[in-house]
């Protein structure tokens, strides 16, 4: 008999569950997304998304004409269709602590498998304390008709947020975590056309799996937090964080990739996984080997903090009534994420000192009008600087980038600008006129100093 195509559900609709279902329809699977809120179900059947990340709106419209893409509420549906049922739940910040919330995971792993009557293969995509799987593997078997027939397996996300399409098509490593042969042979079936490509896997067991995606999220937040320790020992030498930075990135041991100083990391993914990690290894009783990863976490914070101190410097101490625009409100470009996002906080912190704050983002305003509806937020780069007294880059866009420092000098009250993520031409700012600093930058640059040489 002929073997029958893998059918694929996919538990989670958010970020990387719509991600992950629309890409799976696009390697030609029939995918079922799965989700407890109706709303974002309706909205994604009609072809819109909850979030905004490059090119996904068109592959969703694409893999929903053909068919091959459906999403609904039902548990028992997705129980009867799928084969393979890949969970990726959120687990957020409990709050009030630094673990992660279980309840979401734990309730897409019970409600399914207690509807599912034959043999299948469940895998956690979500990132989740190690020793989760184990736990969820026995709750699995527990609670489902068919017992024993229904196996656990863990494959870890690795998306960037912008590059999510890129990520999940065309990744840089599969992990599969596996208890057998035959969980391990149905992930292969099923990653078949990006194995086909020479995409690298490693097939671990279920620990290790649910450790690799914590521990590189963990060294890459290692790294980030080591370059703006540096800039903070610039900014007290007067050395230049930048070159810095460009002299370590040629030691191969090293190397340059996110090696720049600036605002620090946030999103969704990155705090509250070295967080979660560090509670984690508390209760093994090895939270001295992650001990260093609280520091990682004080070191990033900081970087907000010495944003604010130097908008203070830049307008003589005092905040108040000061017109100020804040460029940026996600946490990164090619994205509307505003979890945990540095920009927004910067914002926020400007506005509780008395700051007359306009925050522009050119995708995120709606997400940051609701987590902060006090603040300001103007529709375009040039309603945000006009009349301003300082404008702080905080997130770099391409159109901040890209902006003409003389127009913007046009539009400004004074022209200021503070530059947190080392994204724009200071010699350029300079040149028209602007006092400019950026984080771990001395003062004085070529610019400044043919300037006062001439005076």
């Known amino acids: 008999m002929p073997v029958q195509p893998i059918r694929i559900t996919v538990l989670g609709t958010g970020y990387l569950g719509a991600t992950h279902a629309v890409c799976m ?34 592959l969703l419209a694409e893999s929903l004409a053909t068919g091959r893409l459906r999403f609904t509420t039902d548990f028992a549906e997705a129980a009867a269709f799928g084969d393979v049922h890949f969970v990726c739940v959120g687990t957020p910040q409990k709050p009030g602590s630094h673990a992660a919330d279980m309840r979401y995971v734990d309730s897409a792993v019970t409600e399914l498998a207690s509807r599912i009557t034959r043999r299948a293969l469940i895998v956690g995509k979500s990132t989740v304390p190690v020793g989760t799987a184990e736990r969820l593997a026995q709750l699995a078997r527990e609670v489902s008709p068919a017992g024993d027939l229904v196996e656990l397996a863990w494959n870890p996300e690795f998306l960037r947020e912008g590059f999510a399409v890129e990520d999940t098509l065309h990744p840089d490593r599969l992990v599969f975590g596996v208890a057998s042969e035959w969980a391990e042979e149905r992930l292969r079936q099923v990653y078949a056309p990006i194995l086909a490509a020479d995409t690298p896997l490693v097939v671990a067991d279920l620990r290790t799996s649910e450790l690799v995606k914590v521990a590189a999220n963990s060294f890459l937040a290692t790294k980030i937090s080591y370059i703006n ?34 605002l620090g990391f946030g999103g969704g993914c990155l705090p509250k996984d070295i967080r979660a990690f560090q509670a984690r290894a508390q ?58 996002a540095p920009a927004l906080d910067v914002a926020r912190m400007l506005y509780l000192e008395g700051a007359d704050v306009i925050v522009y983002d050119p995708e995120a305003n709606a997400n940051a009008h609701r987590v902060y509806p006090d603040l300001v937020y103007a529709d375009s780069l040039a309603d945000a600087v006009s009349g301003a007294d300082l404008v702080l880059l905080l997130t ?16 400004v009250r004074s022209r200021r600008m503070i530059d947190a993520r080392h994204a724009l031409d200071a010699e350029a700012y300079l ?17 400044d100093q043919e300037r006062r040489a001439v005076a």
């Open 396 to 411: 770099e866009w391409d159109e901040f980038r890209e902006a003409d420092p003389v127009a913007l000098g046009l539009l």
């Open 229 to 262: 320790a540096m800039a903070e020992v610039c900014e007290a030498t007067g050395a230049d964080i930048n070159l810095l930075a460009e002299a370590l990135s040629h030691d191969a041991r090293i190397g340059g990739r996110f090696l720049k100083p600036g």
């Open 431 to 447: 040149a028209a006129g602007w006092e400019f600093r950026a984080l771990g930058r001395p003062i004085g640059t070529t610019v």
């Open 25 to 58: 329809a696009a390697l030609g699977y029939d995918v079922l997304g799965v989700d407890v809120d109706q709303s974002k179900i309706d909205a994604l059947s009609s072809g819109t998304l909850p979030f905004f990340e490059p090119g996904l709106p068109g």
């Open 283 to 340: 209760e093994l009783g090895v939270g001295h080997a992650v001990a260093f990863l609280d520091q990682v976490d004080q070191i990033n914070i900081r970087r907000r903090v010495r944003v604010l101190d130097m908008a203070r410097e830049l307008v003589g101490g005092d905040l108040s009534g000061v017109r100020i625009a804040a460029l940026g409100a996600a946490f990164k470009p090619n994205s509307d994420d505003v979890r945990d």
